[in-house]
């Protein structure tokens, strides 16, 4: 079986000649990878995250490298709002979570 080549990364594919800079907003990942993380493992971007659950926080910053910088906030509208936890640590909302759905 022939060996498939990986795709080219988002610099190649736009002859980027500095770092990406990428915005995580809800850093915890839903996947186990972020799609971000060959560029960032390539020095190719500089991750800044934000990540308003304090367990998956500092999960992030035991494990972030030179180049990721996460801040314990929730990302909104600048009103006065609620932040939902969820069981599942993936799922922390300004939104409320749909029991009927669940």
Do not use: W
């Not at 909104?76 to 932040?83: A, E, P």
């Not at 969820?86 to 749909?98: D, F, G, I, V």
Request: hydrophobic content about 45%.
């Amino acid at each position: 079986m022939a060996k498939v080549a990986a795709p080219p990364s988002l610099n190649a594919l736009l002859d980027l000649s500095c770092r990406v800079k990428v915005v995580d907003v809800g850093a915890n990942p839903l996947e186990d990878v972020p799609p971000y993380l060959p560029m960032l493992r390539n020095g190719h971007a500089t991750v800044i995250g934000f990540e308003p659950n304090p367990e998956a926080l500092q999960r992030l910053n035991a494990a972030k490298g030179a180049a990721e910088l996460y801040f314990p906030y929730a990302v909104g509208d600048g009103s006065r709002r609620t932040i939902n936890f969820c069981a599942a640590q993936s799922m922390t909302s300004l939104l409320k979570p749909n029991m009927e759905l669940l």
